[in-house]
């Protein structure tokens, strides 16, 4: 009864890493061409969780997501493109799920645990709330299916768990079970300087992450320094076991070019790390340099992208606004 529809979101917190890209946005571009309804999201309201930041520069990031995001090829023309405080009720119903919510399900969250850390006294109540936000941000638009990294699999769960005990405790069916859409060779990008780590943005060290807007110079140093192990690469995939920093330069590669990590190895099978990583370099040159160009070019021209925002802000609020009201109802209010 719930039409075919994706709705996924990236934080303006700083600029896209290939993490984002390849975990997140290729597969944003690839549903927008298939048979959903696709809204994707700036979600600034989630950048402000793990500290305030500077003004300027959440204006200049949200802008800079919004390009990255259509030099990618998310069409403003084919998909719903947004920035959540723009759209009110993403905040009203994220209220509405604080009180649904369980403590008990929120203190769980291994995001919540690794970013609020040892000092979790002085985390703000944002970022300890920021998974029912999450929650309400899908369910607004009764997204069925939504396209992430791994990293947010728990909270596509507690997702799960938010529409269920509303359901249940209103007897409705009125939020759909959403669909997490994880896969590809590249739904966990790690760090260039720490195969335990996942690729971040808010990680301190430039060195351990490939930014968008990096240069071919930029791009080549980092994964000529990438982390690795003295051993040439196998060619068959288990020889990639306990190997987490060749199997994610072979997992880069292989969801660069579109491949599977098996047809990469059988290509690339017996190189050292000396001859793989120029290879590597190249491709993602190859693959990133337009896109950091068309991000360049649009940046160039701010009002246009606050033009495709307010545009996009109005087409979410013809459905979200029903949903919300709706809801509202239920409870009574
Ligand atoms: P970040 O961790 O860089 O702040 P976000 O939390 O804004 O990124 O995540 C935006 C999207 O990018 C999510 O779908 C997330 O799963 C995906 N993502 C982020 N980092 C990675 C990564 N290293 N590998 C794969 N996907 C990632
Ligand atoms: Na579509």
């Not at 597969?27 to 999201?41: K, L």
């Not at 390009?67 to 209220?95: C, R, T, Y």
């Not at 399900?105 to 609020?116: E, F, L, N, P, Y």
């Not at 260039?192 to 996942?198: A, I």
């Amino acid at each position: 009864k719930f039409t075919r529809r994706v709705f996924s979101g990236i934080q303006p917190s700083g600029g896209l890493t290939l993490g984002n890209y390849l975990g997140a946005i290729k597969r944003f571009v690839q549903m927008q061409e298939e048979d959903y309804e696709t809204i994707y999201c700036m979600v600034d309201l989630h950048a402000i969780t793990a500290k305030l930041l500077d003004p300027a520069e959440l204006r200049h990031n949200t802008r800079e997501l919004a390009a990255g995001f259509i030099a990618s090829g998310i069409s403003p023309d084919k998909s719903i493109l947004i920035n959540q405080s723009q759209v009110p009720e993403h905040a009203q119903l994220g209220w509405i799920f604080n009180c649904v919510a369980r403590m008990g399900w929120m203190s769980r969250m291994t995001q919540w645990k690794d970013k609020a850390g040892k000092n979790a006294e002085n985390a703000s109540l944002g970022l300890f709330a920021y998974p029912a936000l999450m929650a309400a941000d899908i369910l607004l638009y009764h997204a069925t299916h939504v396209p992430v990294g791994e990293d947010q699999k728990q909270h596509l769960e507690l997702t799960r768990d938010i529409a269920a005990k509303f359901n249940h405790d209103y007897g409705v069916d009125f939020f759909p079970l959403t669909e997490p859409v994880i896969k590809g060779a590249a739904t966990r990008v790690m760090s260039l300087r720490d195969g335990s780590k996942k690729m971040s943005k808010s990680d301190p060290s430039d060195a351990s992450r490939i930014n968008m807007t990096d240069d071919a110079d930029a791009i080549a140093k980092k994964i000529r320094k990438a982390k690795t192990d003295p051993d040439a690469l196998p060619s068959e995939i288990e020889g990639l076991e306990n190997r987490p920093e060749a199997r994610n330069l072979v997992n880069i590669y292989a969801a660069l070019n579109d491949q599977t990590v098996e047809e990469v190895l059988r290509e690339v099978g017996g190189d050292q790390f000396g001859v793989f990583k120029p290879k590597l370099a190249d491709l993602a040159v190859s693959k990133l340099a337009p896109i950091s160009g068309e991000m360049a070019r649009l940046m160039a021209d701010p009002a246009e992208i606050d033009r495709i925002l307010a545009k996009g802000a109005e087409q979410a609020r013809e459905i979200s606004a029903p949903i919300l009201k709706r809801t509202y109802e239920i409870i009574g209010m």
